[in-house]
């Protein structure tokens, strides 16, 4: 995972925030004791986690020092652990493991999502939301824009497929494991403002990378040619408003 930079992945906060929510009004448990948040980034999430269940033992675990820096400073009651989510295993089995827009970024979710689903008391939940539009122009250009330039064999290595499997996939890995599972798919219409906002929005996650890998004239212009296949695919509006359709996969499974 890259380094992240927590104030370009802040730009869109509340629209980031969004899908976290509909996931949290999902959990069905009432008062879990032990509470892990995968991927917590800043900890905007884990405040949400917070203040639904005040009394919970609540740890944020993230690969980035930065974003835990900043996490650490507004929520000094939340345990901040540093680790890579591939390797995390809680120290005692949870109540609840929460995780939003984080598990795309590792590979073997058939190995990954019952191993986390093992983690669990008896009862206890894993609910998961991840990005599901890397089929989006958002996505498929950043890989166009990629393979079209001089710096296509620096950039091949560095793109990825697409990481999210189809929703009915993960019903059918979870259900002979866990005593319930709901799967759903949402579309988010987001109603970005300002200069190239796609370009801005993926900027902060999937592009960044690919970004990393460039410097100087190459990582301007890359940018600048990107942006201009994104006012094709996404058109302002004469409001001044760009529609950026964005759909994202829910789960819940509970533990028997």
């Known amino acids: 995972m890259a380094a992240w930079d927590p104030d370009q992945y802040l730009k869109f906060s509340d629209a980031r925030l969004q899908p976290a929510l509909d996931l949290l009004t999902r959990v069905p448990l009432l008062a879990p004791h032990r509470v892990y948040d995968l991927g917590c980034g800043t900890g905007n999430v884990t405040r949400l986690l917070r203040l639904r269940w005040p009394g919970a033992e609540i740890t944020g675990v993230d690969g980035s020092s930065t974003m835990l820096a900043q996490a650490a400073q507004d929520l000094p009651d939340v345990a901040w652990v540093q680790q890579d989510l591939e390797s995390w295993a809680p120290g005692e089995p949870a109540d609840l493991i929460f995780s939003n827009a984080a598990l795309h970024w590792l590979p073997g979710h058939d190995v990954l999502f019952p191993r986390l689903l093992s983690y669990l008391q008896p009862g206890g939940a894993l609910a998961v939301q991840m990005p599901n539009n890397f ?14 330039g001089s710096w296509r064999n620096r950039l091949e ?13 993960y019903y059918r890995l979870l259900e002979p494991l866990a005593r319930s599972v709901s799967v759903w798919q949402t579309e988010y219409f987001q109603a970005l403002q300002g200069p190239d906002p796609v370009k801005e929005w993926t900027k902060g996650t999937w592009l960044k990378p690919i970004l990393d890998a460039l410097d100087g004239a190459d990582r301007a212009l890359f940018e600048a040619q990107y942006a201009e296949r994104l006012r094709l695919a996404y058109p302002q509006l004469p409001s001044g408003v760009t529609l950026f359709p964005f759909k994202r996969l829910f789960l819940i499974a509970c533990r028997a």
């Open 157 to 169: 290595p560095v793109l990825r497929p697409a990481p999210v499997d189809s929703p009915d996939h």
């Open 135 to 148: 089929s989006a122009p958002s996505h498929r250009l950043i890989a166009e824009t990629a393979r079209s």
